[in-house]
């Protein structure tokens, strides 16, 4: 007969740490890009739209996680369903 399959234990993740290293690498994207556009290197308009966007949406993603951790806590984040 086969076993059930097993839920694997939940893992705590700092939702801020992650959300600013990610905003950090767009920011970085973004110098780049505006260097090498202005350089006149690569024409890099559109891309630049896409990392100016990434920045945006993780500082978005950096303030919302911090508000949401001070006001619930990390320890009430969402369970796993039980296994049925």
């Known amino acids: 007969m086969p076993q059930q399959p097993t839920t694997p234990p939940q893992v705590t993740v700092n939702h801020p740490l992650l959300f600013g290293v990610g905003t950090g690498l767009w920011l970085a994207a973004l110098a780049?890009?505006?260097?090498?556009?202005?350089?006149?290197?690569?024409?890099?308009?559109v891309w630049l739209a896409v990392c100016a966007a990434g920045v945006a949406l993780?500082?978005?993603g950096v303030?919302?996680?911090?508000h949401s951790w001070r006001t619930r806590g990390p320890e009430e984040a969402p369970k796993a369903p039980p296994a049925a």
């Open 58 to 60: 993780g500082v978005v």
């Open 63 to 66: 303030v919302y996680t911090k």
């Open 32 to 45: 780049l890009l505006a260097t090498l556009d202005l350089m006149g290197v690569y024409r890099a308009r």
